[in-house]
């Protein structure tokens, strides 16, 4: 529960979640991977997804983004119920609404940054232009540089910009961090965090590392498939005030 | 371009060595199938429309003499509905610079020039001038073989006479678009030629006025041309016929629609072989595409590209090199093409051989290669667009190694490490190693079925011209001779040895099949012709009885022991029945050999000779051949020699050009084939093999785990290759038979050799071109990516 429940009055949802399960059936084993799971994201926040290892975060964050469809349980974006949606129409969610930052960039390696950007530009309704995107990540100097050429923080950059070129009404990451080092991983979050203030996207960013919290406008906590935790930052810190 | 573009063909390149293989693969089967089908067109279209232009009949009968007012009879024949009379005779030619004597076909001409059957093309000089008895149009291949032109004089020897002939012209017929001389297969053109010349001037010089002893018909449209044929025989009998035949009796014909029939048997039978390849080809190099690609399609997909924009992408990774290899081989097959007509123009005599190019082939093979592209793609492309995304996120689940058979106890600590790894990868998939032996193996088996038409035909001349006939000239009477006047032949200075032939055309049935057919009586199966079937066994010839070649035997449906009706037709024209007391498979044509006494007795008369064969010394050929020139009765002579070289020249030059093709279309499947599966299996392995070599394995081991398992996989291919190339060619030679020829199921060890070692060595260059990248293979940098 909202720690100030006059906070949300003002808010508006742009998702919410309701008494959604997950689970996988392997051979004898049901694994849970989430149990019924209700939440409420409000517009132009930046929330942190932790969990241990295994606790249901990318599982909730795939079948928030569309990629992936919940054994039970509903997902509204914006009042329109996702989880009825076909699949062309959740394809066309992911087009219009969704950014989404991996852990492991998974840029296209034979296609330079700039390149990996226009990906979604081309097919985006109202996108800035792909140099724009790269611009607001700090890798103007960068553009014709292929993956293989880049740092893994760069990499992460461009990974970002790709995510935010269609300027996308939902930022999804998932551990967006994870591969990188102290420094760089800052780096990548400054990037998230200018992102969600200066386009007002709504972000939600997984880690397993709870230092990352303080940058957050809100905490949620899942273990096993269960939030156990939820709840809101007084004052967000800058990522570069975070230490671990 | 779009991203996805850019990607598509970036990565094309970057895989380029693979996407050419199987472009390459592909260009080979459209190459062959737009080459053949438009060759098959071409002769086909320019068989019909010389018979057109030119008239060609639908029936023919040759007579002893017949009256001309039987004209009007025939033309009366309901279903005729054109007839042309004729007068034909076979003639002995002095042609200079040459010492034999060459035979002579005179075909009457009207003296005015109107259009009649069977009409000539006029490729140089002028048409006879009426009342200029002299004066002949001569064919093509034997002016050309001769160097003469028109203007030229030639001496014949016409009804005993000898007279001078002045050629006006140069022309063809299609009667003769395969021009060879009566009772041979290959063309002698040096020793054999038509000449057309006025009717009046032929009837005179054989006392023929008011008759004929040839006669050609067309028939109207909806016909039966058994009835029409059934109606001459009863006019004509009496008239010395040897019976009516249709254009599928008519060897000049037969020849070419025998090898349109061949041309179409390539059509279907090689394409297939190549399209399957590269069906196979595309499905593994996809399937490893979109495997090595599985995160990127997901992030694809979590980009909002939906199944379509992705499986169209994958999609593209098939039609492009398809596409490529569809317009490579269509360029190719043009040229190919050509090039196969300008060999056909050498062999068949048309008036005009045109190559058509045809637009709905080029549409159809292409037609084809994408649907084969699709084929092989389909599973990968599934697979990419079922993929759920959530799930790509997550690596390919790990292959399960079992224990298999060779990580038993026993053997384990017997095999070294390398060695273990390489069965280990075999044994996991087992299906995925059949398959890629049996692809190497289909290039062995084209190898093999390649250079067999080439053994095939080698062994055909050993035993034609080697084994069967051991002759040096064949001396061809005009006339059946009585014993005693042949006899003077043989007893001319410098002949070797002599044996004679009788032939006695007959009609033969047994039960309600019927066929025309002549018996040759020869005097022994041990002397200078011998009875030799296509595995080169010689049959010994009963006292009594005939031997048939198999082919006849079975049109005719009889097996030894059976009985045969035969009816004589000439001499006394006796109905006899004969048992057939064995048969021998032959490789030339349909033939029926008694013993000469045998066939005397049966014709019911004295014994009369056709021919006889000659073993002669070298040393007096010259003043023997001038001797024949000037002997009476001779018709000409023919020179086992001049066939074998013609033989050589025309059939082994084409079938040379078409085993050079085959054999480098089968090595570019080879290197295909072998090419890719070390590429896959070096992608597949990069990882493990980094790993391996960061633990301290040497390149040299690495290598060995990677290619080992390549060399195992071919050799295993090539015993199965030539197994499959066995069954390859016994099928093609069933296919390719007909009752012209059969080719003889003969391997020789050069053959088996041959695609070993083109095998090996296409192995061994595309074994370099993947160790050179697997040496250049950056550790740090493939053990860096996530897969
Ligand atoms: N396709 C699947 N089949 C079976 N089980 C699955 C599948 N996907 C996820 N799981 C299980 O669901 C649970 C939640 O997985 P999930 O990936 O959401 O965890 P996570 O919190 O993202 O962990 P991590 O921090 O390691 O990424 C785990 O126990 C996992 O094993
Ligand atoms: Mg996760």
Redesign the interface.
């Known amino acids: 529960m909202p720690d100030n429940p006059l906070d949300i009055k003002q808010q508006k949802a742009v998702l919410s979640i309701s008494d959604l399960s997950k689970f996988y059936i392997m051979g004898e084993v049901r694994v849970d991977a989430l149990k019924h799971v209700s939440l409420e994201f409000y517009e132009g926040e930046l929330a942190v997804l932790l969990g241990a290892s295994g606790s249901g975060k990318?599982?909730l964050i795939?079948i928030i983004?569309g990629?992936?469809v919940p054994s039970s349980g509903k997902l509204f974006f914006h009042g329109r119920e996702i989880t009825a949606a076909t699949?062309?129409e959740l394809?066309?969610?992911?087009?219009?609404s969704?950014g989404?930052v991996?852990q492991?960039y998974?840029l296209?390696s034979?296609?330079s940054a700039l390149?990996?950007v226009?990906?979604?530009t081309?097919?985006?309704e109202n996108p800035m232009s792909a140099k724009e995107a790269l611009m607001l990540v700090g890798l103007g100097s960068r553009l014709n540089h292929f993956p293989?050429q880049l740092s893994g923080g760069e990499q992460q950059r461009v990974a970002i910009a790709?995510a935010i070129a269609?300027r996308p009404e939902l930022l999804l990451c998932d551990e967006p961090t994870g591969a990188l080092d102290f420094q760089t991983g800052k780096l990548v979050l400054d990037v998230i965090e200018k992102v969600n203030r200066e386009l007002g996207t709504t972000t939600l960013v997984i880690t397993h590392n709870a230092s990352i919290a303080g940058m957050a406008d809100r905490v949620v906590r899942l273990r096993s498939g269960e939030v156990s935790e939820d709840r809101r930052n007084l004052t967000r810190m800058s990522p570069s005030e975070l230490v671990w | 371009m779009?991203?996805?573009q850019?990607?598509l063909l970036?990565?094309l390149m970057?895989l380029k060595g693979q996407m050419l293989a199987v472009a390459a693969v592909v260009a080979c089967g459209i190459s062959v199938f737009v080459s053949m089908s438009s060759v098959k067109y071409s002769l086909e279209a320019s068989r019909e429309r010389y018979y057109n232009r030119f008239r060609f009949a639908d029936v023919f009968v040759q007579v002893k003499r017949a009256p001309e007012f039987y004209r009007e009879t025939v033309s009366r024949i309901p279903g005729v509905a054109s007839v042309s009379t004729r007068i034909y005779a076979d003639v002995t030619l002095d042609v200079p610079g040459l010492d034999e004597p060459a035979t002579g076909r005179l075909v009457s001409i009207p003296e005015y020039r109107t259009p009649v059957l069977n009409d000539i093309f006029l490729k140089k000089g002028r048409y006879i001038e009426p009342g200029k008895p002299e004066e002949v149009i001569a064919s093509k291949p034997f002016l050309e073989a001769n160097h003469l032109v028109p203007g030229d004089r030639i001496a014949a020897v016409i009804n005993g006479r000898k007279k001078e002939l002045l050629i006006v012209g140069m022309g063809l017929s299609p009667e003769y678009i395969y021009e060879v001389q009566p009772g041979s297969f290959f063309p002698d053109k040096r020793r054999f030629g038509v000449f057309w010349m006025s009717r009046r001037a032929l009837e005179s010089a054989l006392n023929m006025s008011g008759a004929f002893n040839d006669l050609s018909l067309t028939l109207a449209h909806g016909a039966s041309e058994k009835d029409v044929i059934m109606q001459l025989d009863n006019l004509f009998k009496r008239y010395g016929s040897l019976g009516a035949y249709g254009r599928s009796e008519h060897l000049s014909d037969r020849f070419i629609v025998d090898e349109i029939k061949q041309v179409g048997i390539q059509i279907t039978f090689l394409p297939v072989v190549f399209l399957a390849v590269a069906v196979f080809l595309l499905n593994i190099v996809l399937r490893r595409i979109v495997a090595t690609q599985r995160?990127?399609i997901?992030?694809?997909?979590?980009?909002?590209?939906?199944?379509e924009d992705v499986g169209l992408h994958y999609l593209g990774f098939a039609m492009i090199p398809t596409a490529v290899g569809a317009l490579a081989g269509t360029l190719l097959g043009a040229w190919l093409g050509r090039g196969l007509m300008d060999i056909y123009s050498e062999f068949y005599n048309f008036a005009e051989l045109v190559y058509y190019f045809r637009f709905e082939d080029v549409a159809l093979s292409v037609l084809l290669s994408f649907a084969a592209a699709l084929f092989g793609a389909l599973g990968a492309v599934r697979k990419a667009v079922l993929l759920?995304?959530?799930e790509a996120?997550r690596p390919d689940s790990p292959v399960i190694y079992k224990p298999g058979f060779f990580d038993r106890d026993v053997l384990r600590n017997k095999i070294p490490v390398p060695v273990r790894i390489i069965v280990r990868n075999l044994e996991r998939r087992p299906w995925k190693a059949a398959l890629s032996v049996l692809m190497i193996s289909l290039s062995v088996a084209i190898l093999i079925a390649g250079r067999y038409t080439y053994d095939s035909l080698d062994r055909m001349v050993q035993v034609e011209f080697n084994e069967k006939h051991r002759e040096d000239v064949t001396v061809i009477f005009n006339d059946p001779m009585p014993p005693s006047v042949v006899f003077n032949v043989a007893s001319l200075d410098g002949v070797l040895e002599h044996e004679y032939y009788r032939e006695e055309p007959v009609r033969m049935s047994f039960g309600h099949r019927v066929r025309r057919q002549t018996i040759k009586g020869i005097q022994s199966a041990e002397g200078l012709q011998r009875l030799v079937d296509k595995s080169n066994r010689r049959h010994s010839l009963p006292p009594d009885g005939i031997v048939l070649t198999s082919t006849l035997a079975d049109i005719l449906g009889v097996r030894p022991g059976d009985r045969l009706q035969i009816d004589f037709l000439q001499g006394k024209q006796l109905h006899r029945e004969l048992l057939v007391s064995g048969t021998i498979d032959e490789i030339l044509g349909l033939s029926a050999y008694m013993n000469l006494d045998a066939l005397n007795r049966l014709a019911g008369d004295g014994g009369a000779l056709n021919a006889a064969y000659l073993r002669i010394d070298e040393s007096k050929s010259g003043k023997l051949y001038s001797s024949f020139k000037k002997m009476p009765g001779v018709a000409g002579i023919m020179m086992l020699k001049a066939m074998k070289e013609s033989f050589d020249e025309l059939i082994a030059q084409s079938m040379t050009t078409s085993t050079l093709i085959l054999t480098s279309f089968a090595c570019i499947l080879a290197f295909a084939v072998v090419y890719n599966g070390a590429r896959i299996s070096l992608s597949e392995r990069a990882r493990e093999l980094s790993s391996l070599r960061v633990l301290g394995m040497t390149r040299a081991e690495i290598s060995f785990i990677l290619l080992g398992e390549q060399a195992l996989l071919t050799i295993f291919a090539i015993p199965v290759g030539f197994l499959i190339g066995i069954v390859l060619s016994a099928l093609l030679a069933r296919a390719l038979s007909s009752e012209l020829y059969r080719l003889p199921l003969v391997f020789s060890s050069f053959n088996f050799l041959f695609a070993f070692v083109v095998i090996v060595l296409v192995s061994i260059v595309s074994a370099l071109l993947v160790r050179r990248r697997l040496t250049n293979l950056d550790l740090v940098?493939v053990l860096k990516t996530?897969e």
């Open positions: 990318s599982t795939n983004g990629l992936d699949e062309a394809t066309s969610y992911r087009r219009r969704i989404f991996f492991f998974n296209i034979s296609l390149e990996n226009q990906l979604v081309e097919i985006a293989a790709r269609k | 779009k991203p996805l850019i990607k970036r990565e970057r995160d990127q997901a992030v694809l997909k979590a980009m909002g590209y939906s199944n759920p995304p959530a996120m940098e996530r």
